[in-house]
């Protein structure tokens, strides 16, 4: 399967984004380390995360980039969890 990066995208030509939904089944931590210019006018951002450590290392993240700390919304069980973080 091929991949991209949201940098990769955005360096071609695409507009920023203002909101995302990342659910990519454990791979968010990866994609937010090659995002930081395509998210830079994003406002809101959704992530599903599967597991308590990487919902702490997502959020760490998101703190990096500048959103406030995410909250916690759609909580299926302890390890598993829809965060939103907004600037």
Sequence with gaps: V???TLDDIVEVGTER???VKMDIEG???DAL???ETALTE???LYCEVHSTELGTRVVEQLQDL???EPEKIH???TDNYMLK???
Excluded: L, M, Y
Aim: overall charge negative; glycine content about 4%.
């Design 2 to 4: 091929e991949t991209t």
């Design 17 to 19: 984004p203002t909101v």
């Design 27 to 29: 791979q968010e931590a």
């Design 33 to 35: 380390e090659e995002a």
């Design 42 to 44: 994003c406002r809101c």
């Design 66 to 68: 500048g959103f406030r």
């Design 75 to 77: 909580v299926r069980d």
């Design 85 to 87: 973080a907004t600037r």
